[in-house]
């Protein structure tokens, strides 16, 4: 009979719960009386991490926020099926109009409020990369560069998911999507590495810039409440897996995301005024291949002729890694 | 108090005196002078308890407006031409939602050929977008109508566009009598949105709606655009009592003998020519037709003042059977002819009514009193083709051959 090592995390970043800890000390979603704005009954896919992601980071927001929060929400997965008339999975006031406007819309609602006086509301506008990276793009830059007091949080799944995975500019090289097929003599999204929407943040020099994954729920948490501790312009960019658009196992969404970090793939950052102030450090260092296997949509970098675009992630996680010093120790 | 005022600025001190909460400023000519004097405004105290948002793009413009007015503020804006066309998604989108927006569109045509004169091509591009569109004939109208549109939006929940002809009116200087302060508050209830992002009464707003409810969603729409007639009709009529002035209304009947607006005036007869228009070119009839009137010749007057909701059964009335219509059109339904005429068409289907569609003025070409005059009795001699375009110049611009292109290979 073989035995399993579990380690005993109920502290750290790593303990998702961390019910044996004081009250205070506890996750938001370890709270049996969570706020639950994103409540049972939409109609999200199995192992959607945007569905989770979104929870958290509202649930955060809310309670950040004593219950005051204003949601402004673009088109995308997340509206669709939360928002099939006439239910709705949202508990806080949430209003979605458009794709491409979400950042102007929630620009709006801090006007207005702050017009009548009501500057204890918070704004917080969500959508995915296509409606920030891609279509909203000019609306997000317009509202960062206002300064509005809104927090912006994009759930990025590198593609339109929607609409049956189509690449978006977030859609990192080499990936497979229904307009990058895996065919031809450069097999998927044939050109860039995913439009870098935190590094567009940060040139705007906004006050507060981070990014998160639904494989840390107390780093997500944190930079929720540092995000919502603070008045201006924020921008949140989690990275959420899509079992549907990555060809990956819905139990895999968790794991994926955690070797996008270890791996060097995906940077955990905090930045503010333009300056990075808070990078963590990885971990374990997972090989890219812990991150790019286990997805149907890299599955043409294990057959011949992949090795060079196989290659070029290494030297992104490599580039990353160096760049962001992502084997130092916290600062 | 009279004064002597740019249109613009007529407009933008009556906007700023309908106390709104939030403005947006995108530039697009000709409108630009409106938002630059709210600017103003909004720094020196005018323009009090107002956020005035300096958007990148119409788009976001209609956008904020619309985050705006969900959160239970008056949400504000202007716009013209490629403008409106740019924020169409979202024009549409406040209509859908409700919103009681109100826009000034400074009426102006829609390239290519890139124009920024005046014509109605962009304001009937938004004719079935779910907006109020209301006309204005002079600058009193443009000011006045704001204060019309607002209360009229806000009771209907629907949004309101008040079109002025871009440089005609906007840059226009012209004697007015504004609205004062105090009137327009006394006049205008303050905004009580029907639902609004609340957190004490939080709600969802802009769900999806499937095949089994969009088509009753858009049939209560329908049936609200029908209740909006009789309201801006009320708001029109209590205007007149308080401010003891015309403006807005759905048609606008005219004096027989001294072309001057006139409510009381009767219908036209059957054997009357009727002209009818939207705009500006109200003013230039009232010249043009005058001579004709003392001539004799027997031809009324008649304005459009809602283009949307389309006054179907009010232009029936005034036009009393008239026999010959002559339809001033400032924007092209192309291949078919004017699209006013094609409204005036629907409304007087079935009758005797003959109708001339004259497409004038397109671009910012001048409306000549010469031509209107002309046009009119070519009209009742019968020597008038059912389209026309007004002074078009035959001949007088190259045209490629048809067929004797040449394409290299």
Redesign the interface.
Known sequence: MSTVHIPFLQTGSLAVGGRLLEDDDRSVQSHADRPSSLTKGHRACQGCAEALAARWVMDTAVEAAG????V??ATGCL??FS??????A?????????F??AA?????????????GRDD?RVLAQGGDGGTVDIGL??V??MF??NDDVLYVCYDNQGYMNTGVQRSSATPASARTATTPAVGHQPGAPVGQGKSMPKIAMAHEIPYVATATAADLRDLEHKVRTAMSIHGARYLHVLVPCPVGWGSAASESISLSRAAVQSGIFPVIEARAGELTDVQPIRELADVEDYLRPQARFAHLFKPGGEVALERWRELARANIRRYHLMGERS | MREVLEGSMAVARTVARCRPGVVCAYPISPQTHIVEALSVMARTGELADCEYVNVESEFSAMSVSIGASAAGSRAYTATASQGLLYMAEAVYNAAGMGLPIVMTVANRAIGAPINIWNDHSDAMAMRDSGWLQLFAADNQEAADLHVIAFAAAEELGMPAMVCMDGFVLTHASDVVELATAEQIDAFLPPYRPTQALDIDHPTTIGTMAGPESFTETKYLQHLRFLDAAEVIEAWSDRFRQEFGREAGGLVARYHPDTLDRDREAPPADPEDLTVVAMGSVIGTLQAALAPLRADGVPVRLVGISAFRPFPERALRAALGGSRHVVVIDRALELGSGGVLTGCVGRALAGTRSRIHSVVAGLGGRPILEASLRDAVMRARAGGMRSLEFLDLKQGGVPVPRVGATEVAR
């Open positions: 219950g005051k929060l204003v402004a929400n509206e669709v928002t099939l008339y006439p239910e709705s949202w508990k806080p006031p949430w209003i979605h109009s458009l491409a406007n102007a819309v929630a620009t709006g609602i801090a006007a207005a409020l702050h017009a009548q509301v000019a609306a830059s317009g560069e206002r």
